[in-house]
């Protein structure tokens, strides 16, 4: 351990962000104190959050400061602890950022079991992307069998997790995902009854054609077009759970013409942040672990070898060209 390779926020996106708005640098190792974990990084989550925290703008977390390490998910091993609950080689996930090495109080870090998941899982369909799909779908949507739920962004690491719970409720499932390869995956992998690529430019009549009853809930990862398009197709007294707002997120407008249906069909529209809702977690985690380590819960991983390979494909991750969730392997 002779330097910590890590990316800083270097300056602030004007629209889309660029590889210019990081900086690489290399810094010592972190020593540790008392009640502190010392992490070797193993991977690091790339998020859609992360653009909007880039921004010096208000919003429900504070702005990604300047000049220092980009904030993110990680998994990692323990390489020295002075927190008796942690032992050297533990396997554990935090908030350690962009980096290879990382520290922090051993209240901020969550020991893994990896016999039955992989240590990579535990950052998607096992972490805050699968509790994100979790906590939506049952609390916000609350879907009863037989209901058609519609879900944006379907073959991402969210959307991916969503359907699937939403399938073993006893749902009809429609996915709304980008290009015909992705499409296919979310019905053939994720076990969708149908998937709308919103590319091939038919999008409100291949929904109707997908689910000609209409949708009873929406899960949203998007916004702009695919929302307003469900939106006129939303039943009466349908329920929809805001999680995301991908297409603004660099500042496009996003603006919405069939606002109406909120009011004649009387749906419940709710953005949820999921950090909000830390109760759900353990229930959340224990369910998500059992359907994955059972093979019962399918996932995709995009995975970008070496810290050096970050901002491309955190820029890639904004463009959707990712499938699943977005990590970098550190070591």
């Known amino acids: 351990m002779t330097s910590n390779k890590q990316w800083l926020l270097d300056n602030r996106p004007k629209g889309q962000p660029s590889p210019s708005n990081f900086r690489l640098v290399e810094a010592p ?7 502190e974990v010392l992490v070797r ?14 921004d010096d703008a208000k919003s429900y ?3 990604q400061p300047l000049g220092q390490v980009m904030l993110g998910g990680s998994a990692g091993e323990v390489l020295a602890s002075q927190d008796p609950a942690f032992s050297v080689g533990d396997k554990v996930v935090g908030s350690l950022g962009w980096q290879q090495y990382g520290k922090c109080k051993g209240a901020l870090l969550r020991k893994v079991d990896t016999t039955r998941v992989p240590l990579s899982a535990w950052l998607g369909a096992v972490g805050m992307p699968g509790v994100t799909a979790w906590v939506g779908l049952n609390t916000i949507i ?3 069998a037989a209901e058609t739920v519609v879900v944006s962004a ?3 690491a969210v959307g991916s997790v969503v359907g699937q719970l939403a399938k073993l409720k006893g749902c009809r499932v429609v996915g709304v ?3 015909p390869e992705k499409c296919r995956a979310v019905v053939e992998e994720f076990g969708f009854d149908a998937c709308v690529d919103y590319k091939a430019g038919n999008l409100s009549a291949d929904l109707k054609a997908a689910a000609p009853d209409g949708f009873d809930g929406n899960f949203e990862n998007v916004g702009g077009v695919v929302l307003d398009t469900i939106l006129s197709q939303m039943n009466a007294f349908g329920r929809i759970a805001v999680c995301g707002l991908i297409s603004g997120y660099s500042g496009e407008p996003m603006p919405v013409n069939n606002f109406r249906s909120v009011l004649v069909n009387r749906l419940k529209v709710e953005g949820f942040i999921v950090s909000e809702h830390m109760q759900h977690w353990p229930a959340a985690l224990a369910e998500l672990a ?3 380590g059972s093979g019962r819960l399918k996932y995709r991983e995009t995975i970008a070898e070496g810290i050096e390979a970050a901002p491309e494909a955190f820029i890639g991750l904004l463009k959707g060209r990712n499938f699943g969730k977005q990590l970098v392997r550190v070591a």
Request: no cysteine; glycine share 16%.
């Open 29 to 35: 190792v972190p020593e540790i104190g008392p009640g």
């Open 177 to 179: 995902a980008g290009g």
């Open 142 to 144: 609350a879907p009863k």
């Open 61 to 63: 977390s504070a702005p």
């Open 290 to 292: 059992e359907l994955v």
């Open 154 to 156: 379907a073959s991402g």
């Open 41 to 54: 990084n193993h991977y690091f989550s790339l998020d859609p959050y992360m653009r909007g925290r880039m």
